[in-house]
């Protein structure tokens, strides 16, 4: 059984970094997509960054491109999500989420299987 643990979030200025972090547990081998997704208030769900372990290939939200980064280190299957330029839009209930991929992750929530129970990131302007 998958299990994902998240940490890292907190409340920052506007400005500011914050870094998460995603540990997966259960997978046996490369070809699984660990993605970050996010949930504010009264909105849907939307995907932010995902990294295909077997090949670190890595695939960005518009919104996101350029301030945020996905990479994967340290233990095997731990994927971090560093946030630079946090503006108060960026204010949500992030989730990790992971699943079985062929080479090529995609920022879509049906995508995944596994989630974690959340970290909330908050920025004030």
């Known amino acids: 059984q998958v299990q994902l643990a998240e940490s890292g979030g907190g409340s920052v200025q506007a400005g500011g970094s914050l870094r998460l972090s995603c540990a997966a547990s259960?997978?046996?081998?490369?070809?699984?997509?660990m993605a970050w997704f996010r949930q504010a208030p009264g909105k849907e769900r939307e995907g932010v960054a995902a990294i295909f372990i077997g090949n670190n290939s890595t695939k960005y939200a518009a919104p996101v491109k350029g301030r945020f980064t996905i990479s994967q280190g340290g233990a095997k299957h731990t994927v971090y999500l560093q946030m630079n330029g946090l503006q108060p839009e960026d204010t949500a209930l992030y989730f990790c989420a992971s699943d079985v991929g062929v080479g090529y992750c995609y920022l879509s929530p049906s995508e995944y299987n596994s989630w974690g129970q959340g970290t909330q990131v908050t920025v004030s302007s």
């Open positions: 259960g997978y046996f081998y490369d070809s699984v997509c």
